[in-house]
């Protein structure tokens, strides 16, 4: 049935790309979603929004050019009124003199492939909402490590973190490895409802995320709080009490998932007995690693949980917090690799690849 909206869009299209430096795993998280599951928004059962038309390749009954006909035609701007959504991080393509690191599809005059990088170029500008949906194309991810060959980027690295939509509303990033369903599905239906005229500008924070969803930590959720604060701690996996002395990171970490688990309240990684390694933070996985030892000031803080302690405590987590909130600073545009990469055959990082050095 046809929804009349408040903006005069009443239907729109998600085009969805997880041809960055992707396991197309946020793609298969979405599935899972419960508020509101995917598919009741593509069936129109969700009050107020415009008919949604999904174009997402694991999810897609269409294959080959019929796939690809829609993201052409709004490369055109033929497509009518559409929210892209980047899955994976975004690999430099400016760092090598030939070839290319990732594409999708190809160009129908000259039957190249189309890099990532170029489909940003063409869709991002044009979309009424731009959405990095995992950790990867939020931030670089696990791609854009210390000593990778890419020169992997988030999306907001490679548009520029003060980029605005066709309708002025900034990159959304919603992080996690892989994006936690109904964080993802929730998100998107703000915007959908923003588009819609039913909604005001999504609340971001300085890192581009919904404030609602990540404005509180891992540890602040936590079910074995009670144990952190009894100072009563696990020694190893085998144990309901609290993890901070076997690596967890959740003190520092702004995530929800504590509180909302992985999938319709089930799951939540320090809940059932997974260290917290901040996979939504910028500065991950570089920044918590190596990933099994004790967090920075974790023996401090737990020695000192009292009244008395807890204003300083609660001063260094913030300093802690601020650190891993900055990316590392190799994720960046430009014609130089400087992730430290190091090829070990003594190939040619490509035009002004830095050999290791930055
Ligand atoms: Fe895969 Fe995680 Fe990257 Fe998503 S954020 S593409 S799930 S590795
Ligand atoms: Fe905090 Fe992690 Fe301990 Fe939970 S397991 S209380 S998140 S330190
Ligand atoms: Fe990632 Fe930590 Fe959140 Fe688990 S609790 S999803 S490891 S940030």
New binding site residues.
């Given amino acids: 049935m046809e929804q009349k909206t408040k903006s005069g869009i009443d239907e729109i299209h998600i085009l969805w790309s997880s041809e960055g430096m992707s396991c197309d795993g946020d793609s298969v998280s979405v599935t899972a979603a419960t508020l509101p599951p995917l598919e009741n928004i593509l069936l129109g059962l969700v009050p107020g929004l415009p008919k949604v038309h999904l174009h997402n390749k694991v999810l897609s009954m269409q294959t080959g050019d019929d796939f690809m006909a829609p993201f052409h035609a709004a490369a055109r701007g033929e497509q009518g009124p559409y929210v892209f959504v980047v899955e994976g991080a975004i690999p430099n393509e400016e760092i090598h003199d030939e070839g290319y690191f990732t594409s999708m599809g190809n160009d129908p005059e000259t039957g190249e492939p189309i890099t990532l990088s170029s489909w940003i170029d063409r869709l991002a500008p044009k979309a009424l909402a731009v959405v990095a949906a995992g950790t990867c194309a939020t931030y670089g991810g696990i791609h854009a490590m210390a000593g990778n060959a890419t020169g992997s980027m988030g999306l907001a690295d490679y548009l520029g973190w003060d980029f605005r939509s066709a309708a002025g509303i900034p990159i959304v990033n919603v992080p996690?490895?892989p994006v936690?369903p109904d964080n993802f599905m929730e998100t998107l239906l703000w915007l959908l409802y923003q588009v819609a005229g039913e909604a005001p500008m999504i609340p971001l924070d300085d890192k581009l995320r919904p404030t609602w969803l990540f404005g509180k930590t891992?540890h602040e959720g936590c079910d074995r709080a009670a144990y952190y604060e009894q100072g009563d701690f696990a020694h190893d996996y085998n144990s309901p009490k609290c993890q901070v002395k076997i690596g967890c990171?959740?003190p520092v970490?702004n995530?929800n998932?504590?509180k909302r688990g992985w999938m319709d309240g089930v799951g939540?990684?320090?809940n059932v007995g997974?260290i917290?390694?901040?996979?939504?933070?910028p500065g991950f996985p570089d920044k918590m690693m190596p990933f099994m030892d004790e967090p920075p000031g974790a023996s401090l803080s737990s020695l000192l949980t009292s009244k008395a302690y807890g204003p300083m405590i609660r001063r260094l987590r913030g300093l802690t917090n601020t650190t891993i909130n900055e990316e590392p600073k190799w994720r960046h545009r430009g014609p130089r690799l400087t992730s430290g990469y190091n090829p070990r055959h003594g190939g040619d990082t490509g035009k002004g690849g830095s050999g290791g050095k930055p």
Wanted: hydrophobic letters at 30%; a neutral charge; aromatic letters at 4%.
């Fill in positions: 996690g490895c936690q891992v990171w959740g970490v995530c998932v504590t939540g990684c320090p997974g917290c390694i901040g996979c939504t933070m």
